[in-house]
């Protein structure tokens, strides 16, 4: 049973860069054909996708969010990483991380996120 904790600031001022970072259990994120992406969800909103890391390192984002986002990974504390730059109050939202092994998926808790001075 894979567990996914997210965890970081709940408080980011405009313009900085949004770090969070997702702890995964009970499963390796190098597995082959695993996938590790970040989701989120904006007050009133339905969810977004925003981008997937691949048990081989290979990364995918959003068109809508490319430009600002990057997902990495450290493979010795098997955790992958959320970097948003450039952040506005439009990017507060909570935020899942998600993995998707070779039978289902599996969800964070979720992280509040405020964008806000």
């Known amino acids: 049973q894979v567990q996914l904790q997210e965890s970081g600031p709940g408080l980011v001022k405009p313009s900085q860069t949004l770090s969070l970072t997702c702890t995964v259990s009970g499963g390796s994120i190098i597995t082959s054909y695993y996938a590790w992406s970040w989701i989120r969800q904006p007050p009133g909103k339905g969810l977004e996708w925003m981008g997937v890391?691949?048990?081989?390192?290979?990364?995918y984002y959003s068109p809508s969010l490319k430009s600002r986002t990057s997902i990495s990974r450290d493979t010795s504390k098997n955790q992958f990483s959320l970097q948003l730059s450039s952040v506005t109050p439009e990017d507060t939202a909570v935020y899942y991380c998600?993995?998707?092994?070779?039978?289902?998926?599996?969800w964070g808790q979720g992280t509040q996120v405020t964008v806000s001075a």
């Open positions: 890391i691949a048990y081989d390192g290979s990364t």
């Open positions: 998600n993995a998707r092994t070779s039978s289902r998926y599996y």
